[in-house]
């Protein structure tokens, strides 16, 4: 990729795979055109002034400049007050020329990122980076923000006329505190030949300009989860009855199960964290002490911010809530008006002002109670997102100025002091913000029971799509969690072939494995399945054809450190509803040379090694296929 200027001073990145091409500013989500630039060409690099009526008397300053060989910095500074409260501010780049496709992703777990089509239509919004696949060629070009500890940022293309734009703005949330110059952090652009070694990249500089260096687990998180058997309807009993199960089918078939977490349902209301429903007559240390005595780190399930307008923290402090600019009431981020009610009493759900002294202080005994007094030694902070979804124009916060990312990591990095070595799994949480707090995270939505649902909610849908697309920064910001994985053989909506491909699926991703059913009702067949997801050491999966737009997806999988593989899993998984055949060279799938082939579960090995492997699949039908250079004795009971 090469900077240009033209001589009439238009700016731009071209590649000959997209070229980004004119410079427009942004101010509160509105391009201005009519735009004049001062184009100054330095070095490598160059400076834009561009100025505008609607910047009042401010300008917009761009910098470009070369990071290093591959890739490209940009940063932008509105040089003086533009007479407006802000909000956002950046640049449009106005045409994006050969583009096909783009990654538009999503700012938190339950925000699906999806390949999007370029056409005509209502403008697409994505967060903290975007992918441009090109309409002509293979490879890709990307552009991310290196930092995302204080602000969200947003990628918005547009199409008019035929001709794709590129709006890339900050969200300043009318930030005020004293001293800041009103910058973006450093968005980087790189052109690269492939596409998930692309974001791999790009996941590699977050992880690098990161105030806390990543935090990935050695070792896989393995283990119990309560919610999705017995959802909130959990006491002391069954829990018991469960941890008894796991530990039995743990010491017999020797699985690498870590831990074993109580989901929500022991409090009695959102916000009231430090109270236990009867049906825990002991309180929580002493089952977590069991839990710990059976060879488990025992776990427990909170929503920080979450504050139930029936709760007893509601009632003794009704100032601790955010609230409405408009009305001046606690402001909902969910409501339950009809007869469902989730299996709380309360109607609706607030965020608790953390930047209030006192609500801060409350959560952090919180913490601080469960961790040293409790002993709990494994965290699943759920609901995450509530403090980022208004900003400034419809939330009033105690105390004003921050931006809600600022509000968000300042609560994380006081959750991480009190846990200490503690392992944390974030959910329903920003993507990028917790990076070097956090110890896995969740990329997509509840599990279901069935294979579509409604707006692709809790169903497979939104499985196969989050974790195709964000399973990248596995293992390079954070451990992923594809949330737990179904095996019972009742009480869902899914036929053989798709439980059992969706639970491999899952499963090869490398990352967290969790399950919530009962270990101990499962059949033989499924304990064999669920031994297959439970490898003891690191992996890296590979999506080979991501952003193809094929129905069909293929993931491979091997030992980190095991380069060039020896050993390696193939899965290919027809997602669509057409019956599918499909050949693949094995070095398109980044397995060179000749390789024996075994097939799982039949353990049958193919006569001769291969270099291409050709599946012909069902709808929702799976194939799962063990590569190896050495002709397996007996096939592998696990995954490598």
Not at 31 to 41: F, S, T
Not at 314 to 319: A, I
Request: glycine share 8%; with cysteine.
């Amino acid at each position: 990729m090469r900077l240009h200027v033209s001589s009439a001073g238009q700016v731009a990145l071209e590649s000959a795979r997209v070229t980004l091409r004119g410079l427009t500013p942004m101010l509160n989500g509105v391009r201005l055109d009519g735009a004049r630039l001062d184009v100054r060409e330095s070095g490598d690099g160059v400076r834009v002034r561009m100025t505008a009526p609607g910047l009042g008397g401010a300008a917009l300053d761009v910098t470009v400049h070369r990071r290093d060989a591959d890739t490209w910095e940009m940063r932008y500074t509105l040089a003086s007050d533009p007479g407006v409260e802000i909000d956002s501010f950046g640049v449009c780049f106005e045409v994006v020329e050969n583009l096909r496709a783009y990654l538009q992703t999503g700012y938190y777990s339950w925000d699906g990122s999806r390949y999007l089509t370029v056409v005509e239509g209502e403008p697409r919004t994505g967060y903290a980076m975007t992918q441009l696949l090109p309409r002509e060629g293979e490879g890709s070009v990307v552009l991310g923000f290196d930092r995302h500890d204080r602000f969200q940022h947003t990628f918005r293309v547009e199409v008019v006329g035929g001709a794709p734009s590129l709006a890339v703005e900050t969200v300043w949330d009318r930030k005020t505190t004293a001293g800041d110059r009103r910058e973006s952090e450093a968005l980087v652009i790189f052109e690269h030949p492939g596409v998930e070694d692309a974001l791999r990249t790009w996941a590699a500089i977050v992880a690098a300009a990161s105030s806390l260096p990543p935090r990935v687990p050695e070792t896989p998180i393995t283990g119990w989860c309560s919610w999705y058997n017995l959802y909130a309807a959990i006491t002391e009993e069954n829990i018991l009855e469960h941890l008894r199960g796991a530990v039995a089918v743990r010491d017999r078939e020797n699985l690498p199960l870590r831990v074993f977490q109580i989901d929500d349902g022991f409090t009695p209301e959102m916000g009231d964290w430090l109270l236990v429903k009867p049906q825990f007559p002991r309180g929580m240390k002493p089952l977590l002490d069991d839990i710990r005595a059976a060879g488990f780190t025992p776990g427990l399930w909170i929503g920080p911010w979450m504050v139930g307008n029936r709760s007893r923290l509601y009632r003794e402090h009704p100032d601790w809530v955010v609230r409405d600019r408009l009305t001046g009431d606690p402001l909902p981020v969910m409501t339950f008006y009809g007869e469902f009610r989730w299996h709380k009493r309360s109607e609706e759900y607030y965020t608790l002002d953390t930047t209030h002294p006192d609500a801060f202080d409350y959560l952090r005994t919180v913490f601080r109670t469960w961790r040293h007094e409790w002993g709990c030694e494994y965290f699943k902070t759920d609901f995450m997102h509530f403090p980022t979804v208004y900003g400034p124009e419809r939330a009033v916060w105690h105390t004003p100025g921050l931006t809600r990312v600022e509000i968000w990591r300042q609560v994380a990095e006081m959750i991480r002091e009190e846990i200490g070595d503690a392992t944390w799994l974030g959910c329903g949480c920003p993507l990028w913000a917790p990076v070097g707090l956090v110890d896995g995270l969740r990329i997509g939505r509840d599990v279901g029971v069935e294979w579509r649902g409604s707006e692709d909610v809790h169903s497979a849908e939104s499985l196969l799509r989050d974790q195709a697309t964000r399973n990248f920064a596995n293992g390079i910001l954070w451990q992923a969690d594809p949330d737990c994985i179904l095996l019972r053989d009742r009480f869902h909506h899914l036929s053989e072939s798709e439980l059992r491909s969706l639970a491999i699926y899952a499963g090869m991703a490398a990352g967290v494995v969790m399950t919530s059913d009962a270990l101990d009702e499962l059949s033989a067949e499924r304990v064999r399945l669920f031994k297959l997801l439970l490898s003891p050491e690191r992996a890296l999966c590979r999506f080979p054809l991501l952003g193809s737009g094929d129905p069909v997806s293929v993931q491979v999988r091997q030992r980190v450190g095991d380069e060039p593989a020896s050993l390696a899993a193939i899965f290919v998984f027809n997602t669509g509803d057409a019956p599918a055949q499909r050949s693949y060279s094995l070095a398109r799938l980044g397995l060179e040379g000749a390789w024996h082939i075994t097939e799982w579960p039949s353990g049958r090995a193919w006569e001769q090694p291969v270099e291409r492997i050709a599946v012909t699949l069902a709808p929702h039908d799976s194939v799962l296929l063990f590569a190896s250079r050495e002709l397996f004795s007996a096939p592998p009971d696990r995954l490598p």
